[in-house]
């Protein structure tokens, strides 16, 4: 069943008719009264659309802008920049082994989430962040409130596509919340709290040429999962603690951005590899900074809690920004 959120369908009832928020809200209001509870508030307002003689959803065929996407539809056909990319995994259920990778895209209305099932997570392994990727018979499901694209075998992928370019991609606005809100696997949520712990970080190495994990073939060359031989590159990461005054929790800093928090470049951050006593010195320089940060929540089975990765990283947050937000929010 498609789904349409309820400010989407208040949206459209106003840009067919003169009807105020308040007017509209009022129809609704009366519409769940008359019905003693046993509709949502996104049907009452189906209703109150369709009596107004206003078609909520048009059928829709061809590409679709990332906007008009919704939860429920099949067959999508859309198109957009690659703005992340996660690695494909393996999982194990009732004794079988499937894989899934994902990729967030954009254009110019907005962001979805591209999660791609079975062999279609081997396309992983050719997209790079900036590629353009167009999807073909992919079904949309809801994911606490999110949609996504989701494709499997019956699906395709297309990348970079000839004769398609998508232009400004519209700025995806990550979802301000407290830590104790946060749920597993929430993602594009933005935090600003306290750093309040600083542990040493772990180095590893990762594919020159792409950024991905490694391993060693049999004769000694270096491997990736694009790249048959390769060179290895020094990559790291830094775990710090945020406290925002509603609960606390552990945040992940890759490579670029554990540099940026403790203000240094990648070539003086490759000084901790070899000397931990530098490093509490300069660990120092972050603890009791207040940061905003945007990423997404993972769980850590291992230790049962949720944790932060980290994908955007401000260690100057504006103070005027901040006043303004809440003032908006009295």
């Not at 370019?165 to 809100?181: F, M, P, Q, T």
């Amino acid at each position: 069943m498609i789904k349409i959120p309820y400010e989407q369908i208040v949206q459209k009832i106003k840009e067919k008719t003169d009807a105020s928020d308040a007017e509209i809200e009022e129809k609704v209001e009366k519409k769940l009264k008359q019905l003693s509870g046993l509709i949502s508030r996104e049907g009452a307002a189906h209703i109150v659309a369709n009596e107004m003689g206003i078609k909520i959803f048009e059928p829709l065929s061809g590409k679709l802008q990332i906007k008009n996407i919704l939860s429920g539809m099949r067959d999508v056909e859309t198109v957009g920049k690659v703005l992340d990319v996660y690695e494909a995994r393996e999982f194990q259920r009732e004794g079988n082994i499937g894989k899934v990778g994902s990729v967030n895209i954009g254009d110019e209305t907005g962001s979805i989430r591209i999660v791609m099932w079975g062999n279609q997570a081997d396309n992983i392994r050719n997209i790079e962040k900036g590629s353009i990727v167009k999807v073909v018979g992919g079904y949309v499901r809801d994911n606490q409130g999110r949609k996504e694209v989701h494709v499997n075998d019956r699906s395709s992928i297309i990348i970079n596509p000839k004769g398609i370019d998508i232009g400004n991609v519209a700025e995806a606005k990550a979802n301000r919340k407290s830590i104790k809100d946060l749920n597993a696997n929430d993602n594009d949520v933005e935090l600003l709290g306290t750093v309040v712990q600083v542990f040493e970080p772990r180095f590893f190495e990762v594919c020159a040429q792409c950024g991905r994990k490694i391993k060693m073939g049999e004769d000694g060359a270096v491997i990736c999962g694009k790249h048959e031989k390769t060179t290895s590159a020094d990559a790291y990461v830094l775990n710090a603690v945020i406290d925002d005054g509603t609960d606390t929790i552990r945040a992940a800093f890759f490579r670029s951005y554990a540099a940026k928090l403790l203000g240094m470049s990648h070539e003086e951050f490759l000084v901790f590899k070899s000397n931990a006593t530098e490093f509490n010195k300069a660990k120092e320089t972050a603890l009791g900074n207040i940061i905003k940060v945007s990423g997404k929540v993972n769980k850590n089975e291992m230790f049962d809690r949720i944790e932060f990765i980290v994908n955007s990283l401000d260690t100057k947050p504006s103070p005027e920004e901040e006043l303004k937000r809440l003032e908006a929010q009295r």
